[in-house]
């Protein structure tokens, strides 16, 4: 059983240590954070560590870290935290949980989590650090970069490509052999259906409200 310190102390990490409850080959010991915000979050059951305590609390020759940070400043701060563990020595796992589907030959690249439901088509590739969560679709031939965020629903199509640093919001989609530019965000429920410039900001148009009341349409239409 692996001994394992989630890095983060808010709702990514009370998310993640359920499942890891569940999951016979870890066990969570800890959690880790900058030192600034040990107070100001975490997980029942869990002692939080500052990372510049880190070492003597948990060290890396016995102990591996998963992500378990959200995606603020697209990814940065995750980046920036798996680098600094990385130094420090410790192996970030790579979490795929036992209900994802990761058929690909590619390896899921380091420190990256996949989330139950999530299916990894042949032939695709995950980089390092990134987010895949519940009931996502990476088609075959696609790709999804480094430190990239890709939230529950998500459908990615064959021979798509979403680079580094993007953040891809719930239920969107991205056509095949489309490419999402770097440091992109996609909001919820939108679909890119061509190839987006850097640094771009992508957003369904929001749901208007209808003239007629509710109960007025289930007159009138039926539901």
Known sequence: MTKIVLAGNAITAEILSTY?????????????????????????GFRTVGVSALAEAFSPATHRVIMAMGYDDLNRTREGMFERLKAMGYGVE???????????????????????????????????????????????????????????????????????????????????AVTVGEFNIVGAGAMISRDTKPHTVHLARSAEPFRYSSEDYVKHFGI
């Open 20 to 44: 890891l409850r569940r999951d016979a080959r870890y066990e969570v010991v800890g959690l880790t954070v900058d030192d600034a915000f040990v107070s100001k979050g975490g997980v029942d």
């Open 94 to 176: 790579t979490y795929i949980h036992p209900d994802a589907r990761v058929y690909t030959d590619h390896p899921v690249g380091e420190g990256s989590i996949v989330l139950p439901g999530a299916v990894v088509e042949p032939h695709a590739r995950v980089g390092c650090n990134t987010m895949v969560w519940s009931n996502v679709t990476v088609a075959h031939h696609s790709s999804v970069g480094d430190h990239c965020w890709v939230a529950a629903g998500s459908v990615i199509s064959g021979q798509a490509r979403v680079e580094h640093h993007s953040f891809l919001g719930v239920s969107s989609t991205v056509v095949n």
